[in-house]
């Protein structure tokens, strides 16, 4: 658990081509965590230029800010889709996240999110999961991570890495677990009745 004096600030990227299931689960989550938290947490949504985005699937996501007025963000979280795929080739979307990690405590990547983050060189000797169907493709872009082939959630420090999906609830959960504890953690899964089995 850590403590802070400060709101801690999530930042969710919303992009094009996003996997709505990536940002949806994470954001219910925290936003249940925040309406309980007395560290009362700010989780945002952005996008590179603040504009609405539109999903894989063609739902349309609504952020408040655009990259440059996100402040500094304690958490990071970089949702996968065939646009992260196509933003992993992306030279100003990968000099943006190689600055913003600098000052971001903790990042999470989540499904092909991490494509973007082995291209931009923030998964070099890290271990991390990803979905199966983005294995090769990861390893191409760094071969140095250390991919976990038998987690689908992953911690790995300042680091938080999942398949995608309903994955993204467990990464959630364990930032919430992160910051204020197991107990709360309990909290937000029981008052979401998420409950994922063995």
């Given amino acids: 658990m850590v403590t802070t004096a400060s709101p801690i600030r999530v930042g969710i990227l919303v992009f094009d081509g996003v996997d709505e299931l990536d ?7 925290l936003s249940t965590w925040a309406a309980r938290s007395a560290l009362r947490p700010d ?3 952005f996008s590179r230029d603040g504009l609405p985005v539109r999903s894989a699937t063609g739902l349309d996501l609504v952020p408040s800010l655009d ?3 996100t402040g500094t963000m304690h958490v990071l979280i970089h949702p996968g889709g065939p646009g992260a795929r ?5 030279r100003d979307h990968l000099a943006w996240l190689r600055r913003t990690r600098r000052g971001t405590a903790l990042l999470a990547g989540l499904g092909t999110g991490s494509l973007a983050l082995a291209a931009a060189g923030l998964l070099a ?3 991390t999961a990803v979905h199966p169907d983005a294995r090769a493709a990861l390893l191409g872009l ?3 991570a250390l991919l976990d082939v038998d987690s689908a959630t992953l911690d790995d420090g300042d680091l938080l890495t999942c398949a995608g999906g309903v994955h993204g609830i ?3 959960l364990a930032v ?3 910051y204020e504890g197991a107990p709360m953690a309990a909290t937000v899964r029981g008052t979401l009745t998420y409950d994922p089995g063995p």
């Fill in 23 to 29: 940002v949806v689960g994470p954001h219910r989550v």
């Fill in 43 to 45: 989780v945002v949504l």
């Fill in 67 to 69: 990259s440059n007025g």
């Fill in 86 to 90: 196509r933003l992993s080739r992306d």
């Fill in 125 to 127: 000797g890290r271990a």
């Fill in 142 to 144: 760094e071969p140095s």
């Fill in 170 to 172: 467990d990464l959630a």
């Fill in 176 to 178: 919430v677990e992160r």
